[in-house]
């Protein structure tokens, strides 16, 4: 799927819509759910980035906060609870996030402004960096981490 942050700090989104992913209030039927035009996100207003996983994306507000949708069988939309969601809805315990980056396996990433970093969601391979192999569901703090500028998440 496609994210594209307009001029107007908007969001639309196209592509393949089976976790929810696109943003746009449907709940996936089973198999292949396209969207082969570009549309609105629902509920997002004065976005200042996105980021996409396989099944799952992301979006920075002007103020720091993080929204999450889609998929969230390893805990990836940070809710503290494994709930697949079709709209964009804020992801609980973070504040004044700079920059948020999205894995295709289900793993997040957010840096805030003093430079911490926050993980959560698929830890298989332990890419949290939290020393475990669990999954989190909720944004954990990385300890020892400090002065990041930016993060970046690849497969696994």
């Not at 957010?110 to 698929?122: I, R, T």
């Not at 939290?130 to 569901?137: E, F, L, P």
Request: aromatic letters at 6%; zero cysteines; hydrophobic letters at 40%.
């Amino acid at each position: 799927h496609t994210l594209l942050l307009k001029a107007d700090r908007t969001v639309v989104a196209s592509g393949l819509n089976n976790s929810g992913q696109l943003g746009n209030g449907i709940t996936p039927s089973g198999g292949w759910n396209w969207q082969f035009t570009f549309e609105p996100v629902l509920g997002l207003a004065n976005v200042a980035a996105v980021a996409t996983g396989d099944s799952h994306s992301l979006a920075l507000d002007a103020n720091g906060n993080v929204w999450a949708w889609g998929d969230d069988a390893h805990g990836q939309l940070g809710r503290g609870a494994i709930l697949t969601n079709t709209v964009p809805t804020v992801v609980p315990g973070l504040s004044n996030i700079v920059q948020v980056s999205a894995a295709g396996g289900g793993t997040s990433l957010a840096v805030d402004q003093s430079g911490n970093v926050w993980a959560w969601g698929l830890n298989y391979h332990g890419q949290l960096g939290d020393g475990t192999t669990t999954n989190r569901s909720a944004p954990v703090r990385l300890a020892g981490i400090q002065n990041v500028q930016a993060v970046a998440l690849g497969a696994t």
